[in-house]
């Protein structure tokens, strides 16, 4: 059975930071592709980045509204991977997700491509 443990959410101010944390277990493989994702109320999911584990050389994903402000990151000796959040802005508000997908990372952004979700934690950034 997969699980995750999500932290790291909570309420800042504008220009403040974050860093959300993801731990996975129970996969039935040692290399994936990890993702985070967000979602706003009445808003659709959205792929924020992702990263293989273990990184394989190849470069982490960004949506063009995070990059310069959003670095994700990974352990695989703890099987674990981060999303520092820096600069953050009031449209960054949402409930982020991570996510795994048994399969490649880089331009890959349906959520319908991940097969196991984190329980989300609330990101609230007041102007």
């Known amino acids: 059975q997969v699980q995750f443990v999500e932290s790291g959410g909570g309420s800042v101010q504008a220009g403040g930071s974050l860093r959300l944390s993801c731990v996975v277990s129970g996969l039935r493989q040692n290399a994936v592709c990890t993702g985070w994702f967000r979602q706003a109320p009445g808003k659709e999911r959205e792929a924020v980045a992702n990263i293989a584990i273990p990184t394989s050389g190849g470069a982490a994903y960004y949506a063009d509204s995070v990059k310069g402000r959003f670095t994700i990151s990974q352990d695989s000796a703890k099987r674990a991977y981060y999303l520092q959040m820096d600069s953050l802005l009031p449209e960054d508000t949402a409930m982020y997700y991570c996510?795994?997908?048994?399969?490649?990372?880089?331009?890959?952004?349906?959520?319908?491509?991940?097969?196991?979700w984190g329980q989300g934690t609330q990101v609230t950034v007041s102007s």
């Open positions: 996510a795994v997908r048994y399969g490649i990372c880089g331009a890959v952004l349906r959520p319908s491509q991940y097969q196991h």
